[in-house]
């Protein structure tokens, strides 16, 4: 069984910082590739930023510049530090891991940690 665990959401002032957390817990083989994606009310969910084995990363124009990915393989656990924070960021953030097993390639979520931006 594979769980996502995430943590370091909250409030916090436009212009402030957050540093989420996600860490994969249970028995896993290689991770190929984690994503953070985040969700509003009546929005689809989107991709905010991934970082692959090879620490390949990726962002949205809208966040390039002040959030920043990275991922520690020795914890299983990826880090999402958010910079400048704006009203706009507000959403519910995500935490997605692509992971193989004997099976093949396999997709998991986390249950997703509450951003609130405002003053």
């Known amino acids: 069984q594979v769980q996502l665990v995430e943590s370091g959401g909250g409030l916090v002032q436009p212009g402030g910082t957050l540093r989420l957390s996600c860490a994969v817990a249970?028995?896993?083989?290689?991770?190929?590739?984690m994503t953070w994606y985040r969700q509003t009310p009546g929005k689809q969910r989107e991709l905010v930023a991934q970082?692959?084995?090879?620490?390949?990363?990726h962002y949205i124009d809208d966040v390039k510049g002040r959030f920043t990915i990275s991922r520690d393989s020795n914890k299983n656990t990826m880090y999402l530090q958010m910079n400048s924070l704006k009203p706009e960021d507000t959403a519910v953030y995500y935490c997605?891991?692509?992971?193989?097993?004997?099976?093949?390639?396999?997709?998991?979520w986390g249950q997703g940690t509450q951003v609130t931006v405002s003053t």
């Open positions: 997605n891991a692509h992971i193989y097993s004997d099976y093949g390639l396999n997709e998991y």
């Open positions: 249970g028995s896993i083989g290689n991770i190929y590739a």
């Open positions: 970082i692959t084995n090879a620490d390949i990363t």
